[in-house]
């Protein structure tokens, strides 16, 4: 059985739901949960951008193309997605990093992305 890690932000407060429309996360519980078996670390509460949905799809993870079967509808700019965190940083490097929620984003993100580096991306 997969048990979550306790929910708590990069703030060290109660993390707030990412996003329900689309819904997103590890477990698609709008939030950005995670867990060991999370390998992804799928913690970064995300805004997609058009630019950075390009980058993620050059890199072979399609993510606004939709996927029926999956229940997938396929993200747009504007969307809240919770991203891996190994993802986020190297859009940063590519100078195409989304924005992010702080707020949303699971402490679990700072074993990959200083805070400091979040915190220049927060739009919370």
Known sequence: MVHPLPAINVLGATLTPCSTDPVTGFF???????????????TVCAVMTAEFLAFSKYLGNDLSTPVPEYDFPGLKPGDQWCLCASR????HVEDCAPQVRLAATHQRALEVVPLELLQRYAID
């Open 28 to 42: 698609r519980d709008g939030h950005c949960n995670t867990c060991p078996e999370d390998q992804g670390s799928h």
């Open 88 to 91: 986020f940083m190297q859009a």
